[in-house]
């Protein structure tokens, strides 16, 4: 049991730390109720509730939100749009967020594997300075998809 004031006052009976409360005209609040005995604090509810909201909001403005960004190609992709390709997808990275890089395929483009696992590789090539590859290239149906995670920089990170 905490008085207002930081003051440990020991373990004591729930009726009279009830009673300390209202002599103090404050709430007995139970802040760790999982510690064996329950750990309790004398104090105003309504400000320990405001502070809690407070604390809360901080949070969530400290929190990033890391978004997928997805880039397709197909395996004829031609060099001109391989390269605009490219370019989004450093973008993405530089943004610092995630992004997920799709050959599909269409019709019989599905025997040549191959072609879109070369492509996909090349992907990794010219960003090998920026990313690092999260998840390899995977093939599910008619699609090859592969995750690429910036990579932080340690003079940024300094």
């Not at 730390?17 to 105003?44: F, Q, S, T, W, Y």
């Not at 690092?132 to 699609?143: D, N, W, Y």
């Amino acid at each position: 049991m905490v008085a207002e004031d930081g003051e440990q006052l020991g373990i004591l009976d729930t009726r009279e730390a009830l009673e300390r409360a209202h002599e103090a005209g404050l709430d007995l609040v139970e802040v760790a109720p999982n510690a064996e005995p329950p750990v309790c604090k004398i104090m105003d509810y309504g400000k320990f509730k405001y502070q809690q909201q407070k604390k809360q909001q901080e949070a969530k403005k400290r929190q990033t939100v890391i978004l997928i960004k997805e880039i397709k190609v197909r395996p004829k992709t031609d060099e001109h749009d391989y390269q605009t390709k490219l370019k989004h997808i450093r973008r993405f990275l530089a943004a610092g967020d995630r992004c997920k890089v799709t050959v599909f395929f269409r019709g019989r483009e599905i025997v040549h594997k191959d072609r879109g696992l070369i492509m996909l590789d090349r992907v990794i090539a010219d960003t090998d300075d920026i990313a690092k590859v999260e998840q390899a290239p995977l093939a599910e149906g008619r699609t090859m998809f592969m995750l690429l995670t910036p990579v932080v920089k340690k003079e940024a990170a300094k």
